[in-house]
């Protein structure tokens, strides 16, 4: 039977380090044939891995960084033609959209992210790259704190965009109590992200109920700068849509302030995905919401509305042209 053709292709879904791979392993990708591959310099790491296709162990002795971000960089370098040969291979046709997601704070995901995302914006010119990178619980201390941020600036000078996440906000914006046991904490912050990421996936790769389209040209317009901000509210279907609802999806937004810097015109856009029909007069309330709240660049503006069966009806905004303030 002939595969059907979605709108973006996502052909796989990489994680480099312990916390993105668990990540990853819990990210549902059937729904458009995503091959999940997982990096790491842990061999004892990667074995506690499941539901990912591909476990890629890097480095000589194969133990770890032991929290050496340098390690963790020249055992990811040592090991990337072999990554790249996996991509490669699953990468039948050109990928649309790279997904990679990153825990930073510890050493080899902070090292490898960088070269990571420099590979690709060599390889894979044309795509788009969208780098997940989610920074350390206050509790984890501020040399784990800086790590994290030291690997987001040299992400920043590769040219890469990407989306930060932050493990301590998301404990108030999910209003999740610090007394919670830590195993449980995590577990309810990474379905939380993997919740986001499955339902932008699933909106990237429909193959039905397109109102409003988006191509990979014009995505690049929107996801460009040093970050991208992407969050997500639902609803049970699009007639609860309004202007209302940027502030909604603002408040679920799990970004720290602390690195991140407003941009005089930042590029915006939605996506709607659910059932019920949008109507002209919510969509001219959204743009003017855009530019009142936001001061965006309405030039390359241009939405994605999906119509058809689902559970609920997600709203998601992206933000580029985002700076980052570290």
């Not at 291979?89 to 046709?93: A, G, L, S």
């Not at 990237?204 to 700068?225: H, P």
């Not at 709240?293 to 999906?306: E, R």
């Not at 069966?309 to 709203?315: G, L, P």
């Given at each position: 039977?002939?595969?059907?053709?979605?709108?973006?292709?996502?052909?796989?879904?990489?994680?480099?380090?312990?916390?993105?791979?668990?990540?990853?392993?819990?990210?549902?990708?059937?729904?458009?044939?995503?091959?999940?591959?997982?990096?790491?310099?842990?061999?004892?790491d990667?074995?506690?891995?499941?539901?990912?296709?591909?476990?890629?162990?890097?480095?000589?002795?194969?133990?770890?960084?032991?929290?050496?971000?340098?390690?963790?960089?020249?055992?990811?370098?040592?090991?990337?033609?072999?990554?790249?040969?996996?991509?490669k291979?699953?990468?039948?046709?050109k990928?649309?959209?790279?997904?990679?997601?990153?825990?930073?704070?510890?050493?080899?995901?902070?090292?490898?992210?960088?070269?990571?995302?420099?590979?690709?914006?060599?390889?894979y010119?044309?795509?788009?790259?969208?780098?997940?990178?989610?920074?350390?619980?206050?509790?984890?201390?501020?040399?784990?704190?800086?790590?994290?941020?030291?690997?987001?600036?040299?992400?920043?000078?590769?040219?890469?965009?990407?989306?930060?996440?932050?493990?301590?906000?998301?404990?108030?914006?999910?209003?999740?109590?610090?007394?919670?046991?830590?195993?449980?904490?995590?577990?309810?912050?990474?379905?939380?992200?993997?919740?986001?990421?499955?339902?932008?996936?699933?909106?990237?790769?429909?193959?039905?109920?397109?109102?409003?389209?988006?191509?990979?040209?014009?995505?690049?317009?929107?996801?460009?700068?040093?970050?991208?901000?992407?969050?997500?509210?639902?609803?049970?279907?699009?007639?609860?849509?309004?202007?209302?609802?940027?502030?909604?999806?603002?408040?679920?937004?799990?970004?720290d302030?602390?690195?991140?810097?407003?941009?005089?015109?930042?590029?915006?856009?939605?996506?709607?995905?659910?059932?019920?029909?949008?109507?002209?007069?919510?969509?001219?309330?959204?743009?003017?919401?855009?530019?009142a709240?936001?001061?965006?660049?309405?030039?390359?503006?241009?939405?994605?509305?999906?119509q058809?069966?689902?559970?609920?009806?997600?709203?998601i905004?992206?933000?580029?042209?985002?700076r980052?303030?570290?």
């Open positions: 039977m002939k595969k059907k053709e979605t709108l973006f292709n996502i052909p796989v879904v990489v994680a480099v380090g312990s916390g993105g791979g668990r990540i990853l392993s819990s990210l549902n990708t059937k729904s458009f044939n995503g091959y999940k591959i997982a990096v790491n310099n842990s061999v004892r990667l074995a506690l891995l499941r539901n990912v296709d591909s476990k890629i162990c890097v480095g000589n002795d194969q133990g770890g960084s032991g929290m050496n971000v340098e390690k963790g960089r020249r055992d990811f370098l040592q090991g990337a033609s072999q990554v790249l040969r996996v991509m291979t699953e990468c039948r046709t990928p649309d959209i790279i997904p990679v997601i990153a825990t930073l704070g510890h050493g080899f995901a902070s090292g490898s992210i960088p070269e990571m995302l420099r590979i690709l914006k060599r390889t010119p044309d795509s788009v790259t969208l780098a997940w990178c989610i920074t350390p619980f206050d509790l984890q201390g501020k040399e784990i704190r800086g790590r994290a941020y030291e690997s987001l600036r040299k992400c920043r000078e590769v040219g890469a965009t990407i989306t930060p996440i932050s493990n301590q906000v998301a404990i108030n914006k999910l209003g999740l109590s610090q007394r919670m046991p830590l195993g449980q904490l995590y577990q309810t912050i990474n379905r939380e992200i993997t919740d986001i990421l499955s339902d932008l996936f699933e909106a990237f790769t429909t193959t039905e109920g397109i109102i409003e389209s988006l191509d990979r040209n014009d995505l690049k317009q929107i996801w460009v700068g040093e970050s991208a901000l992407i969050s997500r509210v639902t609803y049970p279907d699009a007639s609860s849509i309004n202007g209302g609802s940027l502030k909604d999806a603002e408040q679920r937004l799990l970004v302030v602390n690195y991140l810097e407003g941009a005089e015109q930042p590029t915006a856009t939605y996506i709607i995905d659910g059932p019920g029909e949008i109507t002209v007069d919510q969509m001219t309330e959204l743009s003017s919401s855009l530019i709240d936001y001061k965006a660049d309405m030039t390359y503006f241009k939405p994605l509305i999906i058809r069966k689902r559970q609920n009806t997600s709203f905004l992206i933000r580029g042209k985002m980052l303030g570290i």
